[in-house]
């Protein structure tokens, strides 16, 4: 069992340009979540998916979008990147919406 | 919006030495959950807390949930170096119809001096 996994691990972008980060899980949970992690600010909620087909915004969604097409698959896509949004991305899963969060190893993403 | 504040940000102690962290919540919490970070790599669950007045044990690790359900501390006995990373408290809130709303704080990071 892979439990969660992402991908990429790495990334760099060119300012403007698109991408998308995929998480994948065979833990078969229904939540979902997307994190960004910036040096001093801890773990600030992007989007999340309470089950396949649904998304809703978390505290900081604002330059991304996401998708939830199959329960196993998180995505989360930067249209335009901007350098504001260089950080760690972290993908969790979560059984219930009250539980513990099993996280991903991470993608690093630089944008230029 | 709920706020989690965790002190403090940085704690340098001697090999052998204890260690506290602590967690406030604005608003009474349904629970608290605890993530430790070790450098490179990513959160993992450590324990959670639901009842008011909580204390759970794991081996030198003690963490307490306050009686107003608002505060938390993680509490390290003896320090070792396999302690280094960062700590998480992160307060879970029912914000209605079903649904809830978990919010990290932003860790303190423990270094060992062996």
């Known amino acids: 069992n892979a439990g969660v996994t992402q991908t990429p691990k790495f990334r760099v972008l060119k300012t403007g340009q698109s991408m998308t980060l995929l998480c994948a899980q065979d833990m078969n949970h229904e939540y979902m979540y997307w994190y960004r992690q910036d040096p001093g600010m801890g773990l600030r909620l992007i989007h999340y998916s309470v089950g396949e087909g649904t998304t809703a915004k978390g505290e900081v969604p604002d330059g991304y979008n996401v998708s939830r097409l199959k329960k196993q698959n998180f995505l989360l896509g930067l249209e335009s990147a901007a350098p504001s949004q260089t950080s760690v991305y972290f993908c969790?899963?979560?059984?219930?919406?009250?539980?513990?969060?099993?996280f991903g190893p991470g993608t690093r993403l630089t944008v230029l | 919006g709920q706020q989690v504040m965790q002190i403090p940000q940085y704690q340098h102690v001697q090999e052998g030495e204890d260690f506290t962290t602590y967690c406030n919540s604005s608003t009474t919490l349904s629970n608290i959950q605890w993530y430790k970070q070790r450098p490179g790599g990513h959160p993992v669950f450590l324990i959670q807390?639901?009842?008011?007045?909580e204390v759970k044990k794991q081996k030198r690790l003690t963490f307490q949930f306050g009686e107003a359900k608002k505060n938390s501390s993680l509490h390290i006995t003896a320090t070792q170096t396999t302690d280094v990373g960062t700590y998480f408290c992160a307060g879970l809130r029912y914000s209605g119809a079903g649904s809830y709303q978990l919010t990290f704080g932003k860790g303190t990071k423990l270094s060992v001096i062996p």
């Open positions: 969790a899963v979560g059984g219930q919406a009250y539980n513990e969060q099993f």
């Open positions: 807390l639901v009842k008011s007045g």
